[in-house]
């Protein structure tokens, strides 16, 4: 374990390891901590009922850069893909920092969406080329609890931020932070020019072949996606609209969503076909799920509870404890190999405990039962994503690094969107009709809830077929034409960036 961890910090991983954590910290401070000043920015602005825009805005622009930060990444390599990534989010937070009216702010969300998608993306295709498949696990975990400290002290700061010097500075002290973790991007493209490339597991079945979709392509699909996220967003967030396009909306933008997302993610994806497709399904559950029920207890506890933002910042912080502890306990070697279990196990604690949030509230529980339920959802979180980010990069055939990438954040983002926006629908139904106040929040927390019971069944798919990946022709006795890696045929880059070798020409 030791030789472990000092190989991640030794002279060989330090700035990249760095680096990485660094922008992933800063990522997950303006993501996930913001959540803390935005009632303040409410009272501010006047979002009203598009409060969840705030948030859903900026996953849906992460669904953009994360469509073209795949082929990018593939094609060109990583690291000019980060500087992008790193440029446009610093630009879209001073952008939010400096608003006056909420629809500025929400363009800045967006901005820095983008730069956020096309950066994650990047990062991950970093850990998969730079970093052997041993230590992956303990790389995932590190991240994750890069996601994790921002949220543990994040919502704290910025509360204090906000009570101190308003919440905009919030905002603004993303564009420093993100120069100067910036620093070691160079040093990641050094890495991947000398190192020995990615490794790959072997026993992955010839259906899993990676999905190679020109840049032109992918971007045409990355722009519908966002459109239909934009869409139902819109149908589900804008009670003002007519009736019509409350209507038809959110229908266009879930037709426009199946038409533009399957291609982007592994065969098989919707029918919870086993092993990394499932490993998708069950994330993009699990984090509509969370996302639902994170961005709005603040605005409960702020406004329903009558508690300041400093106790709302700390019950916040729990459930942050629990996702670090949840992804500590998933990368132990005793655990080794175990991830759908891992994911099973978290989404039933997760269904669980996103119960008892909602039940608690109903019963009007006090404060440390809804925090109790807080920690737990983020323990089942930490156990149940971090191992599909594991999974997801294990199972990936080889030259599919940058598509299993890409394919993550997309699950991950979009499940984001879509757990939101049907929160923000429930919210903004319970607040524009005669429905008790009581009964408000406990209707966001039963639409969470279902979205996370809907993961158990896929949550069981998740390890691959065995059948299928012991034996190669299973692709082709289930029908499927046999595929041959583009770096087994001598096509594939070593690395991301690296120069590609012609095929053999035949005599």
Known sequence: MTGRRGELLGARYAAVTVSVLALVTIIAFETMAVSTAMPKVTQDLGAGAAYGLAFSLMFTGQLLGIALAGAL??????????????????????????????AVLLLGRLVAGIGAGLALVAIYVVIGAAYPIAVRPRVFAWVASAWVLPSIIGPLVAAAMTQAWGWRSVFLIIAPLTALAS????????????????????????????????????TGYGLLMTVGAALFQAGTSLPGLPFAALLGAPVAGLALLAWAVPPLMPPGTLRMRRGQPSVMMARFLLMASFNGTVAFAPLMLFTHMDLDLLTTGILLTLASLGWSVGSFVQSRPALA???????????????????????????GAGTWWLGACLALIGLAMGLAVTATSVLALELAPRGGHAAASASVQVADVLGSVIGIAVATAAYAVATTTTLAEELTFPLVWAITTVLAALCLPTA???????????DPAAGRAAGQAPTVSAAAAGTEPAHPGAPRKRPARRR
């Open 183 to 218: 620093l070691g991007i160079t040093r990641a493209g050094r890495l991947l020019a000398t190192g020995p490339g990615p490794q790959y597991r072997d026993d992955v079945g010839s259906d899993a072949a990676a999905p190679t979709l020109s840049l032109r392509r992918v």
């Open 460 to 470: 069981r798919r998740t390890a691959p077929d065995p059948d299928r990946a012991a």
């Open 73 to 102: 990444a593939a094609l060109r390599g990583p690291v000019l893909t980060l500087w992008s990534g790193a440029t446009l989010f610093a630009i879209g937070s001073c952008v939010a920092g400096l608003a006056m009216d909420f």
């Open 337 to 363: 190999n175990r991830g759908p279990d891992l994911i099973w196990t978290g989404t039933i604690l997760l269904v669980v405990t996103t119960g008892w949030f909602l039940v608690g509230d109903l019963l």
